[in-house]
């Protein structure tokens, strides 16, 4: 086995590492999408749906992430879709961040204090007029360096994907450790990967956050 | 007819009743001071005639309509009646010509161009006209609750509600937002305003209103209260106050 | 869909599901209670200690954060022994639950020592206390009880991400539905059972976490009177 020498574990690593961050956008604006949808529901005047929501977090944040793979490839498959992994890791990443994105979001909008409801309350503004012009504009502001924040365990969660059987950089890992017996220098090296895409975004989600502090 | 009406207005937190049967008429052109102890429920009763809190009880009427909680005779109610709040409560995110032009836009769909000649005119008014395009931490408390009643009085209010609007601010500032408080109720606008600030209420005020555990105890021309109390609650609180 | 849900395998196959609840309930008890002692070890290194110490923390804090865990147990497991580290399975999980927990665990419980006003340090070097002794004494109970809530979250996330320690055949709850899909073929069925234990599982988990809080702090307060 000693015909894979370093730089090819190097390479096909980071060749499999255009996987990983593949899977991390796609999850990334996909919860992001349903996560935006499922704040207005979570933070809008029907009960029930408040309610919905507010279940819908608690079980993707109350289940492992890799309960929800295996349930994602076995049950869409059950639907009769034809799954790939990559579908599968998709879709429940997909319903994973949104699930805590909208968690993050609702926070936000929650810290806006209760004056600047009041405020634009006696102005004569409706509920949507208010979030438009009021609330969101400055939930937005306060949502971004733990959004930033966020992105790294989405990163770190499609590693999970690896065990569904999506070919990223966590089972080229696997794969390359079981032909080289080199396990020590494979996984180092995958660590470092996903330190160097991890490691930036946690940087600048702390500068983000320091930034806003110093703004109030 | 008066401008507000306010008939046994009865209004509770959970068991805790705040408001234990208010009557009150207001006419158009006066000027009225809620005072009384925290926990009187002066500031409640404020916040009612703004539909900001739910009534358990009774009515309110403002302008000869019904006081109905939905977003659109609240919305009517509210582009009637302004309100000032102790915290100021500008838009953080708005410079404060912004602040003054947003609610005409949004809420009375005026043009930019007039709202913002509104917002300008405005802010002149309390002394401000050179502040339009700094943001809320530029200014400093009584700068900033300037603009907050320039905001109220862009939306051309018959009335304006107070909540304390210098108990925030550092002795230094109070002047000059009395001073604009002042010059309103020269200029006839009616305005009803909790206040602590005694000497003022006294000098400014056509009515005050004593407010004790939930009921309007005593009111009265501002001399009278002051010199005469009728209740001992009133006299221990003027005592207190002096 | 035509599929017809069968859960009739419960009734042969529970004693695994059994087995594997125990076996996770011992990782997150062990990798719970010593993550958070390493991770308020780190956490006084970090804002108290001598800098040389509190740097090194910081490489290992930012390392473990910025890695996803499964990574970390298969370097310990696998990667290890390359050093002459042979750990069996179940230490292995262990230790890498400690060590995630105790990265987490540090930020979080150096934001508690950090909201400590100055006055609580000044006023123990006042009393003539060493560092240490303000920090133990003075800082240390006050700053956990104000971060509380944030750690019994962190220890129910690592709880939930410990179903990766099925890869190295630790046979915890999710190898328990492993197990039971590759004998039953009932895939959906076993994993739908297996998520719900550990819905019920974190639910607990955080019960007994803040009972805990509410107790520890609880006495304290009242010895303090």
């Keep these: 086995m000693s015909q894979i020498g370093f730089w090819d574990i190097l390479t096909n690593l980071i060749f499999a590492t255009g996987w990983t961050v593949l899977l991390s956008i796609i999850s990334f604006i996909g919860g992001g999408i349903l996560g935006l949808i499922l704040l207005f529901a979570r933070i809008g005047k029907r009960k029930w749906l408040q309610h919905v929501v507010k279940v819908y977090t608690e079980v993707f944040q109350g289940t492992p992430l890799l309960m929800q793979l295996f349930l994602a490839f076995f049950g869409l498959g059950l639907m009769g879709i034809n799954v790939s992994p990559f579908l599968a890791a998709s879709v429940a990443l997909i319903l994973w961040t949104a699930a805590f994105l909208v968690e993050i979001w609702r926070g936000c909008v929650t810290a806006i204090p209760k004056g600047q409801w009041e405020a634009s309350a006696s102005l004569g503004m409706t509920y949507v007029e208010q979030m438009r012009h009021i609330i969101l504009p400055q939930a937005l502001k306060l949502s971004v360096p733990p959004t930033v924040g966020f992105s790294v365990q989405v990163v770190k969660g499609t590693a999970l994907t690896s065990i569904i059987g999506f070919v990223e950089v966590t089972k080229a890992g696997t794969v390359l450790a079981n032909a080289t017996f080199q396990p020590f220098t494979v996984y180092g090296l995958v660590a470092l990967i996903y330190f160097a895409l991890c490691y930036p975004l946690s940087l600048s989600a702390r500068k983000l956050e320091r930034k806003l502090n110093a703004a109030h | 007819m008066p401008l507000i009406d306010i008939d046994a207005l009865h209004k509770s937190y959970g068991e805790t009743e ?26 409640t009763l404020l916040r009612c005639i703004n539909g900001l809190e739910q009534i358990n009880g009774g009515a309110i009427s403002v302008d000869g309509q019904q006081l109905i909680n939905d977003e659109m005779h609240l919305r009517n109610l509210r582009q009637k009646v302004g309100m000032i709040f102790q915290q100021f409560n500008l838009f953080p995110h708005k410079t404060a010509g912004e602040n003054v032009m947003l609610a005409q836009q949004v809420v009375k769909k005026t043009s930019k161009s007039d709202a913002e000649a509104m917002a300008r005119k405005m802010l002149d008014r309390v002394g401000l006209g050179d502040k339009f395009d700094n943001y809320p931490d530029q200014l400093s408390g009584g700068q900033q609750q300037r603009v907050a009643i320039a905001r109220a009085l862009a ?11 210098t108990s925030a601010l550092d002795p230094e500032l109070v002047g000059e937002v009395l001073e604009v408080v002042r010059e309103l109720a020269s200029e006839g606008m009616t305005l009803i305003m909790v206040t602590h600030e005694m000497a003022f209420a006294r000098d400014v005020c056509s009515r005050l209103v004593f407010m004790h555990q939930g009921r309007i105890h005593e009111m009265g021309a501002p001399e009278e209260v002051f010199t005469n109390p009728q209740t001992p609650e009133l006299r221990s609180f003027i005592g207190m106050s002096h | ?78 990667g290890l022994p390359a050093l002459g580290l042979r750990l069996t399975e179940v230490q292995a999980a262990m230790l890498a639950m400690v060590i995630n927990l105790g990265a987490y665990s540090a930020e979080i419980i150096r934001a508690g020592i950090e909201a400590t006003p100055k006055g609580q340090f000044e006023a123990g070097a006042s009393l003539a206390m060493s560092p240490i002794q303000t920090f133990r004494h003075i800082v240390l109970v006050p700053a956990l009880q104000k971060i509380w809530p944030a750690l019994a979250s962190q220890v129910v996330i690592v709880m939930l991400g ?57 006495t304290k307060r009242r010895a303090s009177r």
């Excluded at chain 2, 705040?18 to 500031?43: F, M, Q, R, T, Y």
């Excluded at chain 3, 804090?61 to 497991?77: A, S």
């Excluded at chain 3, 739908?192 to 803040?210: D, E, H, K, M, Q």
Aim: include cysteine; aromatic fraction near 16%; charge should be positive.
């Design chain 2, 18 to 43: 705040v408001l234990k049967g208010i009557d009150l008429h207001i006419k158009k052109g006066e000027v009225i001071a809620l005072i009384g102890k925290s926990g009187s429920g002066k500031s």
């Design chain 2, 155 to 165: 939306m051309e209010p018959i009335a304006l509600l107070c909540d304390e609007v």
């Design chain 3, 1 to 78: 869909m035509n599929y017809q849900f069968n859960f009739e395998w419960i009734g042969t196959y529970w004693p695994v599901f059994l087995a594997g609840i125990w076996m996770t309930t011992k990782l997150i008890a062990v990798g719970g209670v010593v993550g958070i002692a390493v991770g308020t070890f780190c956490a006084w290194a970090r804002s108290l200690g001598p800098k040389w110490l509190g740097i090194i923390v910081a490489v290992y804090v930012e390392l473990i954060r910025n890695t996803p865990f499964l990574i970390q147990l298969f370097f310990i497991f696998f």
């Design chain 3, 162 to 218: 410990s179903a990766v320690v099925s890869q190295i055949a630790v046979e915890d709850l999710t190898f328990a539905a492993n197990f039971t899909q590759s004998r039953t073929f009932r895939a959906f069925e076993a994993y739908f059972v297996s998520t719900a234990i550990y819905l019920g599982l974190a639910i607990l988990l955080r019960f007994i976490l803040i009972q805990i809080g509410h107790s520890i702090f609880a």
